[in-house]
């Protein structure tokens, strides 16, 4: 691998450039369950680079081009959802949100076939036929490789709270799993989907992934699948944190958030040598409760050592990186990440409705409360 060729893709100047990948189920109107048409839909969409495939047929991912804000990353992904619909409309199906899919069986899945994703389930067995969950991943561009490593390392203080707003998926195969993210759970049992540990240097990140190509842990780069990644091919930071989101107001925010993230550290790390040093273990602790508790929970700050409520951490991460929010237009989110808090997320949103019309009702509520218009 050339470190030059690497440090060149980052050295492109694109101000903190968006991308923004979702992935949906693709179910059947008149069951709720899932159903592959993933070939299908491959043949059909206007434009297949703004398209692919997941490891399972029954799975469908959009991404966009590169965007310069959250507002216009919000108008491609509302057009991916609306062309899904119209093809859905002639093809018999219909996509549904969720992090997971409330009642599919992972025995009844039928993988993708092609040289990567044969690669993945010959690797993960009877786990990767688990792996039915959708996320939103989202990439902000960095312009410098060094940076961007410093900004992966402060920056993995924030995953719990990000994870805990966009909480979406407590079921799974039939099951109330007692967690909110129960798809944090599952795509868990595949390797290198941690929080990574700190990462050294942008020369040493370059060694680490030689070395598991060398050794057959992955074949490409993207095989690393952490939970914010630095992304080889692209000069970017991929959160890949989150579960997928019916509304397209609460993707606004998660997008916002993660570019004002990165746009506020990227300053930071700049001038503070001692801020990418945090307890790993505490980190990891949080993140455990931000997936299977409520905002009352109280966790520890990995960063300072504070004893705070769940709720009141997701504020210091807005106090955080308020000025680059407002910079970049888009303070308007503090507004949904409010109505989060006090209102549930859409794992909450799920909870009610099963309570009262049933998990087997479930399913239908998921195709038909997408948002395809912002």
């Known amino acids: 691998m050339s470190i030059s060729k690497y440090r060149e ?22 069951t709720g369950l899932l159903i592959d048409k993933a070939d299908e839909i491959m043949s059909l969409v206007s434009n297949k680079d703004r398209y692919s495939y997941e490891l399972l047929l029954s ?20 057009k991916q959802r609306t062309e899904l619909k119209q093809i859905g409309g002639k093809e018999g199906f219909k996509i549904g949100v969720s992090g997971t899919h409330p009642l599919a069986r992972a025995s009844e899945q039928n993988f993708v076939s092609n040289n990567s994703y044969n690669w993945v389930s010959d690797q993960l067995q009877y786990y990767a036929k688990r792996n039915i ?8 561009s960095v312009d410098d490789p060094d940076r961007a490593i410093k900004i992966t390392n402060a920056t993995r203080r924030w995953i719990p709270a990000l994870l805990a707003i966009s909480t979406n998926s407590p079921f799974f195969e039939g099951s109330k799993t007692g967690f909110k993210s129960s798809r944090t ?11 990574p540990v700190k990462i050294d240097s942008f020369d040493s990140y370059i060694s680490l992934v030689e070395q598991l190509i060398e050794t057959n842990s992955i074949q490409k780069t993207r095989q ?14 991929e ?17 916002a958030l993660t570019q004002a993230l990165v746009h506020s550290y990227d300053q930071k790390v700049r001038i503070n040598k001692n801020i990418e040093d945090m307890n790993y273990e505490i980190l990891n602790d949080a993140f455990w409760k931000s ?8 966790i520890t700050d990995c960063f300072d050592g504070q004893k705070i ?27 949904t990440v409010e109505d989060i808090l006090k209102n549930g997320t859409e794992a909450d949103q799920q909870l009610s409705f099963e309570k009262a019309n049933g998990i087997n009702n479930l399913p239908y509520f998921l195709i038909d409360n997408v948002d395809y218009k912002y």
């Open 239 to 255: 959160y890949r944190i989150c579960d997928v989101q019916r509304s397209l107001k609460r993707t606004k925010m998660l997008v």
């Open 185 to 195: 759970m599952q795509f868990g049992a595949f390797p290198k989907t941690n929080i």
């Open 224 to 237: 690393i699948w952490w939970k914010i990644r630095p992304h080889l091919d692209y000069g970017t930071l």
């Open 133 to 140: 969950t959708f996320s939103t991943h989202i990439h902000i």
């Open 59 to 78: 799975e469908i991912e959009t991404n966009t081009p590169i965007c310069e804000t959250a507002d216009e990353s919000i108008e491609f992904l509302s």
């Open 291 to 298: 997936m299977r508790f409520g905002f009352d929970s109280t």
């Open 309 to 335: 409520s769940l709720k009141n951490y997701i504020y210091k991460m807005i106090d955080n990186i308020y000025p680059s929010l407002e910079e970049l237009g888009n303070s308007d989110v503090i507004e």
């Open 9 to 30: 893709i980052y050295s492109q100047k694109r101000n903190y450039s968006i991308g923004v990948e979702e992935e949906f189920m693709i179910c059947d109107p008149s």
